[in-house]
């Protein structure tokens, strides 16, 4: 008579495995979005080539080795602006287009 387990022990282990099978999936996908993020590291976002970073006038942003687009990190406009008051906002997107420019004269001849 107790060979058999009752309908609430099948209840437990069916709701128990369906559990252990939700965790294994949200795991595996989460390890595939951080595996997917890691895969656009140091990636432009535009074309997606490598992004070198250089520093002009003390503040590091990321140029693109292809199409020249420039990233800044969470809070370097900030820090640029709030600097502006001595003129770096002038002085370090002059030194990038500067960059640039350097960098397209040594490419064409
Ligand atoms: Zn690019």
């Given at each position: 008579m107790t060979d058999k387990p009752s309908r609430n022990e099948e209840e437990y282990f069916?709701?128990?495995?369906?559990?252990?099978l939700q965790?294994?999936?949200?795991?595996?996908a989460k390890e595939e979005a951080t595996a997917e993020r890691?895969?656009?590291?140091?990636?432009?976002?535009?074309?997606?080539?490598d992004l070198a970073t250089e520093e002009y006038h003390g503040l590091e942003v990321d140029r693109c080795t292809q199409c020249d687009g420039v990233w800044f990190d969470a809070g370097e406009?900030?820090?640029?602006?709030e600097g502006d008051r001595e003129?770096?906002?002038?002085s370090v997107f002059g030194a990038i287009v500067q960059g640039v420019r350097s960098k397209k004269t040594r490419n064409t001849g």
């Open positions: 069916a709701r128990q495995e369906a559990e252990l965790a294994r999936r949200a795991k595996a890691h895969t656009h590291y140091m990636r432009c976002p535009k074309c997606g080539h406009v900030e820090q640029l602006i003129g770096m906002l002038s």
